[in-house]
């Protein structure tokens, strides 16, 4: 059960692995005889400065092939690759360093000030740097399934990220996913947009594409919703997998149009609008199959390839894994999902802590975390439906609904909103939003409350920091 040994080295060494492009434009491709040499290389470089299985080695890379070579490294050896995002800021660093004591860390090397920072007095390996990829090749570990394979943090959003490992059955546990949600076929360019530090990129920048003999893109540039269309329809890509604050913006910043090489699209990390959903059908041709995951479980409920998609919908389950609704709270039994991570409880459910409703059809939506339902006059208002109401008002890009406290109520809806460009904060605008959440769903969970902001609080893998907005009785611009 080894990924190395059994998907990159047992593939055609001819075949295109990767596609990456700089972030100043440069192109370039990586067959997967590159990618084994180049990785095992790297894992020699690694092996002589003593890092060796069990360890921990934290990444600091964008999303450029080095990234690939690195991970790849680390499964070779049996070390334990903890990918951190390039947002992340000294003390975010250190904090996770506390936490899993790293062996080695191998930066950007455009990234050496912020390591340096953290003052790390580790082994610090700069990329590129061809030096490191002249060493005697290492050989592939056979790992077990459960051997740790990968280190990934929490978002934090409720409060301290905690690291969640991994086993290396989740590298081959994505199988399901790769074919029943994030829908990729041989010869597809898949492109997962998902910084390098996000549990989604770990799965599905390269992992899931590889699997279903795909390639995986690679573009280490900034969002800009215009060049993320040119990009696509220049590359031919065939499968996209986007957060949905990334579907919004482009929905929103840029003219959609038809993309004829774009077979499939997917979400995940946060609930996607039903709005957004049909702009994109109609405009470029494609519906977007919003999924569910956590970071602890690996991706557990997609929605199905072949049926029309129900916008709005998280999907369902994915094909052999059990969950089902308690008393409103999506469940699953751990020993259905092989991407469970290892220091996770098997001989009891699994409580995720997000609220969600089940249709007859057996499709899931939604609601909230339980920790940030509303309750207001004795309504249970789940925040996504006041923001996807919100959004869909032309003036907003970007909403938060989080409860406030009313002497009356008990709660009520406040909404922190984020305006477009041209559009400009006052009482007026305040009201008409309230009216438009009035008239888009039910009049009861209108924000009584309405905060502008000029963005929101969010962690480094792009989540609202609702517990941070629940703390603040007004909003500070």
């Known amino acids: 059960m080894s990924f190395v040994a059994d998907v990159v080295d047992g593939a055609d060494p001819g075949r295109t692995a990767l596609v990456w492009i700089a972030r100043e434009g440069e192109r370039g491709e990586v067959t997967f005889g590159q990618l084994?040499?180049?990785?095992?290389?790297?894992?020699?470089?690694?092996?002589?400065?003593?890092?060796?299985?069990?360890?921990?080695?934290?990444?600091?890379?964008?999303?450029?092939?080095?990234?690939?070579?690195?991970?790849?490294?680390?499964?070779r050896l049996g070390a334990v690759p903890q990918p951190c995002a390039e947002q992340l800021r000294p003390g975010d660093l250190r904090a996770r360093m506390d936490q899993v004591s790293p062996r080695a860390v191998v930066a950007d090397e455009r990234d050496l000030d912020l390591v340096t920072a953290t003052g790390f007095d580790g082994l610090v390996?700069?990329?590129?740097?061809?030096?490191?990829?002249?060493?005697?090749?290492?050989?592939?570990?056979?790992?077990?399934?459960?051997?740790?394979?990968?280190?990934?943090?929490?978002?934090?959003?409720?409060?301290?990220?905690?690291?969640?490992?991994?086993?290396?059955?989740?590298?081959?546990?994505?199988?399901v996913q790769a074919?029943?949600?994030?829908?990729?076929r041989p010869g597809d360019l898949c492109w997962c947009t998902a910084a390098s530090g996000w549990s989604l990129s770990a799965r599905n920048a390269f992992v899931a594409a590889w699997?279903?003999?795909?390639?995986?893109?690679?573009?280490?540039?900034?969002?800009?919703?215009?060049?993320?269309?040119?990009?696509?329809?220049?590359?031919r890509v065939a499968v996209l997998c986007m957060s949905p604050t990334e579907y919004r913006a482009i929905a929103k910043r840029a003219e959609l149009r038809p993309l004829p090489a774009l077979r499939h699209a997917c979400a995940a990390g946060e609930p996607l609008n039903p709005e957004v959903v049909r702009a994109w059908q109609e405009e470029v041709g494609v519906a977007i199959h919003d999924g569910y995951g956590q970071t602890e479980t690996g991706h557990l409920t997609g929605m199905p390839i072949g049926p029309p998609v129900r916008p709005g919908s998280m999907g369902r389950p994915l094909p052999g894994?059990?969950?089902?609704?308690?008393?409103?709270?999506?469940?699953?039994?751990?020993?259905?999902?092989?991407?469970?991570?290892?220091?996770?409880?098997?001989?009891?459910?699994?409580?995720?802590?997000?609220?969600?409703?089940?249709d007859d059809d057996g499709y899931l939506w939604f609601e909230g975390r339980a920790d940030d339902l509303i309750i207001s006059a004795g309504y249970r208002i789940g925040p996504f439906e006041v923001e996807s109401a919100l959004v869909s008002h032309a003036a907003v890009a970007e909403a938060a609904a989080v409860a406030a406290a009313d002497e009356v109520r008990g709660q009520v809806v406040r909404a922190v909103v984020v305006l477009r460009d041209g559009y400009a904060p006052g009482p007026e605008l305040a009201r008409e939003l309230q009216e438009h959440v009035k008239a888009t769903t039910a009049p009861y969970k209108y924000p009584r409350v309405v905060?502008?902001?000029?963005?929101?609080?969010?962690?480094?893998?792009?989540?609202?920091?609702?517990?941070?907005?629940?703390?603040?009785?007004?909003?500070?611009q």
Not at 179 to 184: D, F, K, L, P, S
Not at 211 to 235: K, M, P, S, Y
Not at 451 to 476: C, H, N, Q, V
């Open 36 to 75: 084994a040499d180049r990785s095992a290389r790297l894992a020699g470089t690694l092996a002589a400065r003593g890092v060796g299985r069990g360890d921990v080695v934290m990444t600091v890379l964008g999303n450029r092939p080095e990234w690939a070579y690195a991970m790849l490294a680390c499964w």
């Open 125 to 175: 390996l700069a990329l590129p740097d061809p030096a490191v990829f002249q060493a005697e090749p290492a050989a592939s570990v056979d790992p077990e399934p459960s051997d740790p394979a990968l280190i990934v943090f929490t978002s934090g959003t409720a409060g301290r990220p905690k690291p969640v490992r991994h086993g290396h059955r989740y590298l081959y546990g994505q199988r």
């Open 179 to 184: 074919e029943h949600w994030y829908g990729a």
């Open 211 to 235: 699997l279903r003999g795909a390639t995986a893109l690679l573009h280490d540039g900034r969002f800009d919703a215009e060049q993320r269309l040119e990009l696509l329809e220049r590359e």
């Open 321 to 358: 894994f059990r969950a089902w609704v308690d008393e409103g709270e999506l469940v699953i039994d751990p020993a259905s999902v092989p991407t469970f991570f290892i220091d996770g409880p098997r001989d009891r459910p699994w409580r995720t802590g997000d609220r969600v409703s089940e």
């Open 451 to 476: 905060d502008f902001a000029d963005a929101l609080p969010k962690t480094a893998s792009g989540k609202i920091k609702r517990a941070d907005l629940r703390s603040r009785p007004t909003y500070e």
